[in-house]
């Protein structure tokens, strides 16, 4: 990172050229006190925990690498990629046909929307786990009765994981719908004329010019999006399926050590989102670059005095 | 057979129930500088972004390059068309804006090379050493890896002339290229413009500034509230016009 003065903090020391004034920087007195005192209790907060023997870290050590544990942190992995994978693609398409000009398309996706926002996510995982309640047979075909192609029960096509797979998916995509529309739309007018007038067709319009430039909004959204799910997928757990929280569950069950298996989850949780919240912070400095309010270093390195104001 | 770049026939355009082309009629010829000027509100702009089917035309007819712009004529009907071909079309002329719209996410060369490169399918080799001549010409040989932010209005719009030029259009289209520009960058601008237009191109160019129009074109049109009040040689309209309207605008601006 460069070092860069952030305006209400201490500015550095100008520099001293024999005929100058000598400055005495301005001194926080109050601050140093605050700093020292809540520096103080963050320690020995830190230090409770550490000895308080009930906490019984011992066990967390020894859970924190299980084969169970790290099989749901695996899992808890998967679903979190599948479903955020499929939520954008699929958010991605609702939001252009919600942009669309075509008045059907935008009212399907004004109505998926509505739906999949307007009902809770954890009604939307026990329906797809009981789909087959419904409709015992899945089959491909024409409507009223024409002929159609038999792919199987119910039952065995959707697993608890599809079920899990398809309401996190669904409903996932309905966020980024709003998401990825609010990025659309913030991308300036003049560069839809522009790529007209370059003779772009409307797909390489958005490939090429309005989603990219979209991705700078969408990106901090979609991390905090991307975050809630990688914890949202402990919602499955009502499905019985295996994830980090419900193979720690599993574990206190028969063991009865709740708060250290807890530990141990939220620990994993923890590291995951801080890998997770790094990247990010990558993706949008790549997505910022020509946006940036001060001239960046960018791929010239020479030649360019003027850009190291700032 | 017509040798006009651009004919206009009665065209009309309306943006709900506001009328702001009333039937526009014009041509101009290849190799020739048009200068459109008039109030603003005056329907300039919109009627040069219709030569380029940026937006479409309601009556009348519209000919780029012997080209009805927007509809494809057969047995005695106009058909509208499809997106593709209208983008097909629309390459017969390349567009700078007045807030230049160059693509902020990509540097100056992505630019220039993006629409020769996707558009047309030509190999990126060849088309970014013809984005560096067209660097070099319009004076930002050096400029290729900065974005366009780093780059003041003035350069911006060269790069923006630059983009326009890697498509080799044979027709460009100007809308009020140096309006959002500080006083002291617009003469950069007008440079490369002037130089263009000693190549001979054939340019259309919605501008405020009089002096360009009297040096450079070789016919000024006036517009006023959806028709052409008056339009001929620069020395005609700008010295010794003959309508009431025009006479007023003059007044007014110089």
């Not at chain 1, 500015?11 to 024999?18: K, L, R, T």
């Not at chain 1, 490939?207 to 905090?224: S, Y």
């Not at chain 1, 990247?279 to 850009?307: C, I, M, N, V």
């Not at chain 2, 080799?125 to 890896?145: P, Y």
Request: contains cysteine; proline residues 5%; charged residues 15%.
């Amino acid at each position: 990172m460069q070092q860069r003065s952030i305006p209400g903090t201490r500015q550095e020391s100008p520099p001293a050229s024999a005929d100058s004034i000598p400055v005495v920087p301005l001194r926080h007195p109050v601050r140093v006190a605050i700093a020292v005192i809540l520096i103080l209790v963050a320690f020995s907060a830190a230090w409770d925990v550490a000895v308080n023997e009930r906490y019984r870290w011992d066990v967390v050590v020894s859970f924190l690498f299980a084969p169970q544990i790290l099989a749901g942190a695996g899992l808890t992995v998967l679903l979190t990629v599948v479903s955020m994978t499929v939520g954008i693609a699929l958010g991605t398409v609702l939001a252009i046909m919600r942009l669309s000009a075509n008045p059907i398309l935008s009212t399907i996706s004004r109505g998926y929307i509505w739906f999949f926002r307007g009902t809770p996510l954890l009604v939307q995982l026990i329906f797809w786990y009981n789909i087959a309640a419904l409709y015992p047979v899945i089959a491909f075909g024409l409507p009223f009765g024409g002929p159609s192609l038999v792919l199987g029960s119910a039952n065995v096509l959707i697993s608890p994981l599809a079920a899990a797979l398809l309401g996190l998916s669904l409903n996932e995509a309905a966020y980024m719908a709003e998401i990825i529309r609010g990025g659309i739309g913030s991308v300036d007018k003049g560069q839809y004329d522009a790529s007209r007038a370059l003779g772009m067709n409307g797909g390489q319009l958005m490939r090429r010019v309005i989603l990219p430039q979209a991705m700078r909004v969408v990106l901090p959204p979609t991390g905090n999006q991307v975050i809630s799910m990688l914890k949202g997928t402990a919602l499955v757990s009502v499905l019985a399926i295996s994830d980090l929280l419900y193979s720690a569950q599993i574990i206190y069950a028969t063991n009865y050590q709740t708060i250290p298996l807890l530990i141990v989850a939220s620990l994993w949780y923890l590291l995951m989102t801080t890998i997770l919240s790094f990247f990010q912070t990558k993706l949008e400095r790549r997505y910022g670059r020509g946006f940036d309010a001060s001239p960046r270093r960018t791929r010239q390195p020479k030649t360019h005095p003027k850009t190291r104001t700032a | 057979m017509s040798t006009a770049m651009v004919e206009a026939e009665g065209v009309r355009k309306s943006f709900g129930s506001t009328e702001i082309l009333k039937g526009i009629d014009l041509r101009v010829e290849r190799g020739s500088v048009t200068c459109l000027i008039g109030p603003s509100g005056s329907g300039k702009t919109t009627f040069l972004r219709c030569i380029n089917h940026l937006e479409k035309v309601d009556a009348g007819r519209l000919y780029v390059d012997e080209q009805l712009v927007g509809y494809t004529e057969r047995n005695g009907r106009l058909y509208e068309m499809k997106e593709r071909q209208t983008a097909r079309s629309r390459l017969t002329a390349g567009m700078v804006f007045q807030r230049f719209n160059l693509f902020p996410h990509m540097t100056v060369l992505e630019n220039i090379v993006e629409a020769p490169v996707h558009v047309l399918g030509r190999p990126r080799s060849e088309v970014t050493a013809e984005a560096q001549a067209l660097l070099d010409r319009v004076g930002l040989g050096n400029r290729g890896h900065s974005y366009p932010q780093e780059l003041s209005g003035g350069q911006q719009q060269r790069i923006a002339i630059a983009r326009a030029l890697a498509m080799k259009p044979k027709l460009m289209l100007f809308d009020e290229p140096t309006s959002a520009l500080d006083p002291e960058l617009v003469g950069e601008v007008l440079d490369v413009m002037k130089s263009l237009a000693e190549a001979g191109m054939t340019m259309v160019v919605v501008t405020h500034e009089l002096g360009f129009a009297r040096q450079v074109s070789d016919q000024v049109v006036f517009m006023d509230q959806g028709v052409v009040v008056e339009s001929g040689a620069p020395a005609d309209v700008l010295g010794s016009p003959q309508h009431e309207r025009t006479q007023a605008f003059l007044s007014k601006v110089l």
